[in-house]
Structure formats: structure tokens, C-alpha cells
């Protein structure tokens, strides 16, 4: 059985406790002023206030972990005792930025506290850390199959003491939000190395670089996820010093290895978070409707669905607890299998509870008086998001034959 830290079950207890008081009772409030706003992506009021008061609780940057403590207000926290609350902040899809806690700017200062230059970490990751201003990661690009990094495209060149990048990219969340001010770009520096992992570098490009161009918002299923967005980018001879190359020139597959793995995971809390809730308003739904003379809850089908549903959750939260068990035991890479279970396993299944969850609420369900549909619209997003479900499959099944024919 796992066993969390008193640490992480003071902060469980106190994260749960600031989520009844301050987060479900301003939902409508949260969505009101971002209706209201005149620029969908610029910061929203509410946010703000939250945010004050959450540092004034000590709920803050609690994904930063104990190799990395130096960098928080805490020891930091183990992946097994941060899962419990990020599937808290889950419950309601945009808190996690109340807690300094979202995508993609958690993955974003672990990389900074990885591999940044003491000169890049006090210029980007301290205001980051505080809060002050939000960041993007550039990887995927619309013209080929960014879900192998080896296929992108944007040319990274040296020349003289400056880089110039030159592509596109899309799907680069964060990029649409007034805040967001720093890029961490992918490219290939080196497109003939016969080492394809060694190509790529990673670039730190200032938003509002001349020739960085924002093209569009784009949707996911019609939302926006607007504050923090996802935009389409051009880069046109966009000239950055070569001081801001990250940890050295061809080493860029090798960072976005390093990042992704805790990010996929900490997508899988959130999900857990989102299905939990809408297990839980699904049975208040179903007690407090009657059809054919009788409550939703008493019909055969309704029961069928909350059960499968219950015993769905219980699978994935015991599924990732053992993997952020793993990866405290042996690393990211070491538990890249577990990682790769987690991801094909917890968005689709999640998918399945949240929609079963939305039928229960008749056409309610479908709008954006309860808030399945945009958790819906997550987890469907999710299963393309640091990689689709097809490439984990193919990698964590290759691990398993060879593991087993091997053995």
C-alpha cells in the first residue's frame, strides 16, 4: 500500500480545505470574468487574488521536488507525495495556476533548474517560480510528425556570437497568454549528424523577439483554454545571443527526454482529479432525478456505469502512484515504462468516465453549466499531448517483448 509523508497529508488536508473555500465557490465568478474580458488571453483578475492567497497559505510551487528544494519554500516533494495534489487541483482545470503548479510552465522551471546557466535561472526561472510571468515550450510543428522529435524541422544556425531560427510551430500552449514571456524553442542546429538524438539544440527565445510571429489561437474541440491558450508560431530570421543555448548545442533531444516524462505524469493526477469530480456529481445527479417513476440511481444501467466508473479511477490512481513510486525510486528514465502505461492508460480512461459521467446529466452535460465538458475536452487532449497514444504503445510495447523474450 502507498503511504504519503505527514508532510504531503498536511499539505492534502490544506489544499483541500483552500479549495472549498476559495476555488468551487468562484467557478462561475472565474468564468464570468473571462467572458467579460476584452482580451480572452490577458490575465484574469480573479487569478490574481488567488494567487496572493495561496502563497500566503505556503500552497505554493509544490511540484518542485527534493532534488531541486534550493529552488522553494519547502523541502520539496516526492512524486508520490505530490499526486494527491495535483489530482486535488485536477478537480477544477484551471487552479493549478493558483498554486504555481500548470503546464507548461511546471515542466518549463524544471528544466531551467536541470539544465539553465545560473545567468538563465535568475533572468527566467526566478520570476517563474514567483509567479511573476508565464513561459512556453516549442516542439510540435504542422508539417511533420512532431510525435517523433527527430522529424522537426526549425532550423537552429549559428552565426557569429548569435543563433537564427527559422519554421513553425504550433500547438505551443501558453503562447496566446499576455504573461507568457519566454519560449524554450526546439530545432535542428545540426540536420546531418548521423546520430539523429543529436541534431537538435534548445534555444531560449524572449517573446517579442523580432520575427517571432504569433499566427493564431487554436481550439481544441472549440475550446481555447483561454487564459493560457494555444497558438500557431513563425519564426523568421529570429536572432537570439548564443549565450542562450540550453545545456550546449545538439544536446536538445536529450533535455526534452528529461522534461517530458514528469510532465505526462502530472497530466495523469489531473485527470484522476476530473474523473473523481464527476464520479462524485454524477451520483448527486443521479439521486436527484427521476425518470419512469423512479430515481436515475435506482435503474440497472446508471448503477453498471457508476461502478465501472468507480473501479476505473481506483485502477488509474493505483496505476500512477505505483509509477511515482518508480520514478523516486529509480528516475524518470528508469520508469519509462510505467510512464508510458500511465499515458495510454489514464486519458482514455478518463475520457470514458468523464463521458459517462456527461450522459448522466442528459444535454446539461454537454454544455458549460457543469464543467465535464471542458474536462472532457482535457482528457481528449491529453491523449495527444507530450506524445500520442500510439507512440507509447509502440515504445512500451518494444520494451515488453524484449523484456520477456530476453528473459
Known amino acids: 500500500m502507498f503511504e504519503f509523508s505527514d508532510t504531503s497529508l498536511r ?31 490577458a490575465t484574469v483578475p480573479l487569478m490574481e487574488e488567488l494567487k496572493t492567497k495561496a502563497r500566503e497559505a505556503g500552497l505554493w510551487n509544490l511540484f518542485v521536488p ?12 516526492s ?30 522551471m524544471e528544466v531551467f533548474m536541470k539544465y539553465g546557466t545560473p545567468e538563465q535561472q535568475a533572468q527566467w526561472l526566478t520570476p517563474l517560480l514567483n509567479g511573476e510571468i ?3 515550450y516549442a516542439m510540435t510543428e504542422p508539417q511533420v510528425a512532431s510525435s517523433d522529435a527527430t522529424n522537426i524541422e526549425l532550423r537552429i544556425e549559428a552565426d ?16 496566446m497568454y499576455e504573461r507568457c514571456k519566454i519560449f524554450i524553442v526546439m530545432g535542428k542546429s545540426d540536420p546531418d549528424n548521423p546520430n539523429r538524438h543529436m541534431q ?6 524572449p517573446k517579442g523577439t523580432p520575427g517571432l510571429e504569433v499566427i493564431r489561437p487554436l481550439t481544441t474541440l472549440g475550446y481555447d483554454d483561454a487564459p493560457i491558450g494555444h497558438a500557431e508560431l513563425r519564426f523568421n530570421n529570429v536572432r537570439v545571443p548564443r549565450e542562450n543555448v540550453l545545456l550546449g548545442e545538439g544536446r536538445g533531444f536529450e533535455i526534452a527526454q528529461g522534461r517530458l516524462g514528469p510532465g505526462r505524469i502530472h497530466h495523469c493526477m489531473r485527470l484522476i482529479g476530473a474523473s473523481q469530480r464527476a464520479l462524485e456529481t454524477a451520483c448527486e445527479r443521479v439521486t436527484s432525478r427521476s425518470t419512469f417513476g423512479r430515481t436515475l440511481a435506482q435503474h440497472q444501467s446508471v448503477r453498471e456505469d457508476i461502478a465501472k466508473s468507480f473501479a476505473e479511477i481506483e485502477m488509474m490512481r493505483l496505476l500512477v502512484l505505483k509509477t511515482c513510486q518508480k520514478m523516486d525510486a529509480v528516475g524518470a528514465k528508469g520508469a519509462m515504462d510505467l510512464i508510458a502505461a500511465s499515458k495510454i492508460s489514464v486519458p482514455l480512461m478518463a475520457q470514458t468516465i468523464i463521458d459517462r459521467c456527461m450522459q448522466m446529466h442528459g444535454a446539461g452535460g454537454l454544455t458549460e453549466d457543469y464543467f465535464m465538458a471542458e474536462a472532457f475536452n482535457y482528457a481528449r ?25 530476453e528473459a
Open 160 to 175: 557569429g556570437d548569435e543563433w537564427v531560427l527559422n519554421g513553425r510551430k504550433w500547438f505551443i500552449t501558453g503562447a
Open 134 to 136: 508565464r513561459s512556453s
Open 11 to 41: 499539505y492534502q488536508e490544506a489544499l483541500s480545505q483552500f479549495m472549498d473555500e476559495h476555488v468551487y465557490p468562484n467557478e462561475e465568478a472565474y468564468a464570468r470574468q473571462l467572458a467579460g474580458a476584452s482580451d480572452r488571453f
Open 200 to 205: 537538435q539544440t534548445q534555444v531560449l527565445v
Open 79 to 108: 512524486n508520490l507525495d505530490y499526486a494527491p495534489l495535483a489530482e486535488l487541483m485536477g478537480r477544477v482545470q484551471w487552479s493549478p495556476e493558483i498554486f504555481n503548479c500548470n503546464a507548461p510552465d511546471t515542466g518549463n
Open 66 to 77: 527534493p532534488s531541486h528544494a534550493e529552488f522553494c519554500d519547502h523541502n520539496g516533494l
Open 381 to 405: 487532449w491529453c491523449r495527444q499531448a507530450d506524445g500520442p497514444d500510439q507512440v507509447h504503445q509502440m515504445a512500451l510495447g518494444k520494451m515488453v517483448i524484449n523484456r520477456y523474450s
